[in-house]
C-alpha cells in the first residue's frame, strides 16, 4: 500500500524531475480562522514510514508523522491566507493563494508539483493536480499532515484568546456546539463572515 503511494513521484522522477513537491491545503470547511497549506519535497527514503491521507490518522499518529517529516523532508514551507482575506476573494481562491505561498516558501525550490484537488495555481514549476491526491501521493498526504498539524495548533491558541467558542475541540468546524455558541455571542474576529452561520452570509 505505501510504495502505491509513490507512484506519482517515481512517475515523475522517470520523467527527470528531482524535486517534486506534494501541495494541499486544511481548513476550507470551518467557519471561523485560517485556511492553512503546505508544500513537503519528501526523500524517496521516507518510503515505508507510514505517512498517509491525515484524515486516516489519529491525532498522536499525525503529530508523530508531523514531527517525522520535518526532520526528514528534504523542504517544507507552510502558507497561511486570514478569515478576512477568505471573505475577500472566497474560499477557493484564498486556498490556492496558500498553496502558492507554501510552494514559494520551500528551499530548494521545486521543479514539479503534485496538487491535491482539481486546481493549479501560478507557479514557475511544473504541476499536475490530483484529485483526492492526499490519498495517491506520499507527498500530498504529507503536505496534508503538516496543514492540518499547523492549522490545529493554530485554532488551539485561537482557543485561548476566544475560550467562548471551543476552537480547541472543534478547531471551527461548523459543529452543533460551535453554531450554539454563534448563535449565543455572535461572530468574534477570526469568524468568516461570508461562510453561512458564522454571521448569516450566503455558504461560498
Not at 491566507?81 to 507554501?102: C, T
Request: proline share 8%.
Amino acid at each position: 500500500m505505501d510504495a502505491d503511494l509513490w507512484a506519482l513521484e517515481t512517475e515523475a522522477l522517470v520523467k527527470g524531475y528531482r524535486a517534486i513537491a506534494g501541495v494541499d491545503e486544511a481548513g476550507r470547511g470551518p467557519l471561523a480562522g485560517p485556511v492553512v497549506a503546505a508544500a513537503v519535497i519528501l526523500p524517496h527514503a521516507m518510503a515505508g514510514s507510514g505517512i498517509q491521507d491525515s484524515k486516516k490518522l489519529t491525532p498522536k499518529k499525525r503529530q508523530h508523522l508531523y514531527r517525522l517529516i520535518y526532520q526528514n523532508a528534504r523542504a517544507v514551507g507552510v502558507g497561511i491566507v486570514d478569515p478576512v482575506e477568505i471573505d475577500r476573494v472566497n474560499i477557493l481562491n484564498a486556498s490556492l493563494a496558500a498553496m502558492a505561498m507554501a510552494v514559494s516558501n520551500l528551499f530548494p525550490s521545486p521543479d514539479f508539483l503534485l496538487i491535491d484537488g482539481q486546481f493549479g495555481f501560478p507557479s514557475p514549476a511544473p504541476q499536475r493536480p490530483v484529485v483526492k491526491g492526499d490519498a495517491l501521493s506520499a507527498s500530498i498526504a504529507a503536505a496534508s499532515i503538516v496543514a492540518k498539524v499547523s492549522r490545529d495548533a493554530l485554532m488551539t491558541r485561537y482557543d485561548e484568546e476566544y475560550p467562548q467558542f471551543g476552537f480547541a475541540r472543534h478547531k471551527g468546524y461548523p459543529t452543533r456546539d460551535h453554531r450554539d455558541a454563534l448563535a449565543r455571542h455572535g461572530p468574534c474576529p477570526i469568524h468568516r463572515l461570508s461562510f453561512h452561520g458564522a454571521a448569516g452570509g450566503a455558504k461560498p
